[in-house]
DNA sequence: ATGATAGCCTGCCTGC
DNA sequence: TGCAGGCAGGCTATCA
């Protein structure tokens, strides 16, 4: 469900109202939400108590939190993966227990607590060590130079490429990687490992503002229309994020329970039939892998069968 | 190695 | 009204 404006936007959440906050307990109410921490339930919840939420950082569609001990020292972080239907809630006490609770973190404080829920449970938490990365950390959002953990990232991240709006996301490396695959654009642009936090709705929305086809072969892109992709995609990222992200119904909010409203200014996702903002054309849908594709028939058009040679 | 599928879940909406 | 089928913002494993 959320890409990165939507987890951006909870991360901000998460760093107003939880970094610096002690945890007293967690509690893991589904057997699901913890699979992919391998230790189990157990650890996942002794490696949270009495540590203090340091920081909310993001790359791509991953959140973690990094968890300070005693001595300052963060060793592991709390991963959190929103998947399709996953929310992070900060919530007082006496708020009753959502259907799809999942996860819930108390402090000693006594404020509010931190809930995660999650209707489909494709999300999930671990606890992961804290990696040094030799290129220099996440990039800046959510992390200050100083922190000790500002060149770290998670073990499960590590494989998680740099996003769009990462200041040190690399564009010529970038265009070099996606030329040299042989697939469509659009597969390339949800491959997180090449570039992360695009999903189904801002892929949609960056090739219809650089009048890409979906199909359109990776090879047969020019440098300057890489360029394109990478510009809208920032742009659309941004301004979805300036407003508060896209929510269709309840299950994208922030961690105060309000929606987004990103939706209103969609172009093509979601928009079949509607005519196209530039052309009046009407919005098309089509089945790709396994999902929904929306574009332009006319602005976007569809490259030739055999068109993958690569260009110079 | 890269590329392309199936599968994991629940809930809601549509059409018969 | 009931029920089957399709569909949904993502990722990972496992094939080719």
Request: positive net charge; glycine residues 10%; hydrophobic residues 40%.
């Amino acid at each position: 469900m959320p890409e990165l404006p939507e987890v951006e936007v909870v991360r901000r959440g998460v760093a107003d109202h939880v970094v610096g906050r002690r945890i007293r307990q967690v509690e893991f109410l589904h057997p699901r939400v913890t699979r992919r921490h391998v230790p189990g339930p157990d650890d996942a919840a002794r490696r949270c108590r009495d540590r203090v939420v340091g920081d909310a950082v993001r790359r791509g569609k991953y959140l973690w939190l990094p968890l300070v001990d005693a001595e300052g020292h963060a060793p592991d972080a709390l991963v959190v993966h929103l998947g399709m239907s996953g929310q992070l809630l900060v919530e007082g006490a006496e708020a009753p227990d959502e259907k799809h609770l999942r996860a819930r973190w108390t402090f000693d404080d006594d404020g509010a607590e931190l809930r995660f829920v999650d209707q489909r449970t494709f999300g999930g938490l671990s606890l992961e060590p804290l990696l040094d990365v030799a290129d220099g950390g996440p990039g800046g959002r959510g992390t200050t130079d100083e922190a000790p953990w500002s060149r770290t990232i998670p073990a499960a991240v590590a494989h998680i490429a740099r996003d769009p709006l990462d200041p040190a996301f690399d564009d010529a490396d970038f265009a070099r990687r996606v030329r040299a695959r042989s697939t469509g654009v659009k597969r390339a642009l949800l491959d997180q490992g090449l570039v992360s936090g695009v999903g189904n709705i801002y892929a949609d929305e960056a090739l219809w503002r650089a009048r890409l086809h979906y199909e359109r072969p990776t090879g047969s892109l020019r440098r300057a229309q890489v360029d394109t992709l990478l510009a809208a995609l920032r742009e659309v990222m941004t301004a979805a994020l300036d407003a508060g992200g896209t929510s269709f119904d309840a299950l994208y909010v922030n961690v105060n329970g309000a929606s987004g409203y990103f939706d209103r200014s969609l172009h093509a996702y979601g928009q079949a039939g509607r005519p196209c903002a530039r052309c009046s054309t009407p919005i098309r849908r089509e089945s790709f892998m396994n999902r929904s594709s929306f574009f332009c028939p006319r602005c976007q058009t569809r490259p030739r069968v055999g068109a993958s040679t690569p260009a110079r």
